[in-house]
C-alpha cells in the first residue's frame, strides 16, 4: 500500500504551517469554483455567485510570507552559493510537475495541429514575452506563475549581496517598482511585470514574515485578524470596487492598485490571521483540508483541463437542452470541484512529491 504524503516536501528547517495548507485548500476552490462558473455561464448564461480571482491574491500573500521566511531562516553567506540555493530549490518547486501539465498541453496542441501556430517557449520556462500582451499560457491559470518567478529572481538577485537583509531590500525594490510604474505609466509586457501593483502582495506576505519571526504566535492577534479580514471580504463582494478581477486586467495593469488595496489587503489580513493564530489540527475533517492544501499546485495547474474535461461529460450524461435545470446545474457543479481535488491530490501523490522528494535528494547530496 503506498504511503499517504501529509506534509509538503519540504527542507528540514522549514516548519508546515497547517492553517496556512487549509488555507491553501480555500484558495485553489475559489480558482476552481470561479472557472468552472465561467464554462457554465457560458452554457447557460447564468453566473453562479463567486469570489472571482480573490483565491490569486490569498496564494501571493502565502507564498510571499513562505518564501520570505525560507530566507529568513538562511544561514548562508551572500554570494553565489546562497543565490543558487535559493533559486535551485523555487525551481524545483515549481517547473518539474508545471512542465508535465505543458507536455499534455503541448500534445493536445499537436493533436490539433495547432502546436506551431504559437510561440510558446517564454510560456515553457514562465517568462513574459516580447510581444505585446506578453502573458502567454500554454496551462490554465499560469499565468500567475510569472509574477511567482520575477518574486524569486528579485529574492535571488538580492541573495548575491547580502542574507541577513534581502527580505527587507526585496520588499522595498518591489514597492519601489509599483511606485515607478504607477508615476511612468506604460504599456510594455516587461514593464506590465516588474512594475504591477499586484506584487505589493507579495511584500504584504514578506511583512507578515518580519512580523511573525519577531512576535510569535499570538493567538487573539491572529483571531481577530481573521475576522476582519472576512467582514472586509465580504464586504467587497456585497459592494464590488471597481478594480481588476481576471487575468486579462491584471497582467495589462488594468486597476490593479485597486484590487491590491482591497482584496488583496484582506487577503493579508486572513493569511496574517491564520499565521499568528497557528491553531493545532487535529479533527479528521480539518486534516483533509490540510492534505488538499498541501496538493494545491498541482490542483491548481490541472483544474482548467480537470474541469474542461469534466463538463463535456457533464453535457453528455445529463444532456445540453437550455435552460438547465437547477438539479444539472448542481450535478456540474458539484463533479467539476471533485473531480478537480481528486485529480489534483492524485496528482500531487503520485507525480508531484515523488519528483520533489527525489530532486531535492539529489541535490543535496550533490552539495
Given at each position: 500500500m503506498p504511503v499517504i504524503h501529509t506534509s509538503l516536501s519540504l527542507p528540514g528547517r522549514i516548519r508546515q504551517i497547517d492553517a496556512l495548507q487549509m488555507l491553501r485548500f480555500v484558495a485553489v476552490g475559489i480558482v476552481a469554483w470561479l472557472h468552472s462558473c465561467q464554462i457554465l455561464q457560458s452554457l447557460t448564461g447564468v453566473i453562479l455567485p463567486n469570489f472571482g480571482v480573490y483565491g490569486i491574491d490569498i496564494f501571493f500573500v502565502i507564498s510571499g510570507f513562505i518564501v520570505s521566511s525560507t530566507v529568513l531562516r538562511t544561514k548562508n553567506e551572500p554570494g553565489l552559493g546562497s543565490m543558487w540555493d535559493f533559486f535551485k530549490r523555487r525551481v524545483i518547486r515549481i517547473f518539474p510537475i508545471y512542465w508535465v501539465f505543458a507536455a499534455i498541453a503541448c500534445l493536445r496542441l499537436l493533436?490539433?495541429?495547432?502546436?506551431?501556430?504559437?510561440?510558446?517557449?517564454?510560456?515553457?520556462?514562465?517568462?513574459?514575452?516580447?510581444?505585446?500582451?506578453?502573458?502567454?499560457?500554454?496551462?490554465?491559470?499560469?499565468?500567475?506563475?510569472?509574477?511567482?518567478?520575477?518574486?524569486?529572481?528579485?529574492?535571488?538577485?538580492?541573495?548575491?549581496?547580502?542574507?541577513?537583509?534581502?527580505?527587507?531590500?526585496?520588499?522595498?525594490?518591489?514597492?519601489?517598482?509599483?511606485?515607478?510604474?504607477?508615476?511612468?505609466?506604460?504599456?510594455?509586457?516587461?514593464?506590465?511585470?516588474?512594475?504591477?501593483?499586484?506584487?505589493?502582495?507579495?511584500?504584504?506576505?514578506?511583512?507578515?514574515?518580519?512580523?511573525?519571526?519577531?512576535?510569535?504566535?499570538?493567538?487573539?492577534?491572529?483571531?481577530?485578524?481573521?475576522?476582519?479580514?472576512?467582514?472586509?471580504?465580504?464586504?467587497?463582494?456585497?459592494?464590488?470596487?471597481?478594480?481588476?478581477?481576471?487575468?486579462?486586467?491584471?497582467?495589462?495593469?488594468?486597476?490593479?492598485?485597486?484590487?491590491?488595496?482591497?482584496?488583496?489587503?484582506?487577503?493579508?489580513?486572513?493569511?496574517?490571521?491564520?499565521?499568528?493564530?497557528?491553531?493545532?489540527?487535529?479533527?479528521?475533517?480539518?486534516?483533509?483540508?490540510?492534505v488538499l492544501g498541501n496538493a494545491s499546485y498541482s490542483t491548481y495547474l490541472a483544474s482548467a483541463l480537470v474541469i474542461e474535461t469534466t463538463t463535456r461529460l457533464c453535457m453528455k450524461l445529463v444532456g445540453t437542452s437550455l435552460p438547465l435545470s437547477t438539479t444539472k446545474m448542481a450535478v456540474y457543479q458539484s463533479s467539476s470541484m471533485i473531480a478537480v481535488f481528486v485529480v489534483g491530490w492524485m496528482c500531487y501523490q503520485f507525480v508531484e512529491w515523488p519528483m520533489l522528494h527525489r530532486l531535492q535528494e539529489r541535490s543535496t547530496t550533490r552539495k
Open positions: 493533436l490539433k495541429h495547432k502546436l506551431f501556430e504559437h510561440k510558446f517557449l517564454a510560456a515553457l520556462f514562465l517568462l513574459p514575452g516580447l510581444a505585446y500582451p506578453g502573458f502567454v499560457e500554454l496551462v490554465g491559470f499560469s499565468w500567475t506563475l510569472f509574477f511567482e518567478m520575477f518574486f524569486y529572481y528579485c529574492l535571488a538577485a538580492i541573495l548575491l549581496c547580502t542574507v541577513r537583509h534581502a527580505v527587507p531590500i526585496s520588499l522595498a525594490l518591489l514597492f519601489g517598482a509599483v511606485l515607478l510604474g504607477q508615476a511612468v505609466g506604460t504599456r510594455r509586457p516587461v514593464w506590465d511585470l516588474v512594475c504591477n501593483p499586484i506584487l505589493l502582495e507579495f511584500v504584504f506576505g514578506g511583512i507578515l514574515s518580519l512580523a511573525y519571526r519577531g512576535f510569535g504566535v499570538r493567538r487573539k492577534f491572529g483571531i481577530t485578524l481573521i475576522a476582519l479580514g472576512v467582514v472586509l471580504s465580504l464586504c467587497f463582494w456585497i459592494y464590488p470596487p471597481d478594480a481588476a478581477n481576471g487575468y486579462q486586467m491584471i497582467t495589462i495593469n488594468d486597476r490593479v492598485l485597486t484590487r491590491v488595496l482591497t482584496w488583496g489587503i484582506s487577503a493579508a489580513m486572513i493569511v496574517g490571521g491564520m499565521i499568528f493564530w497557528s491553531p493545532v489540527i487535529r479533527t479528521p475533517i480539518g486534516r483533509l483540508a490540510v
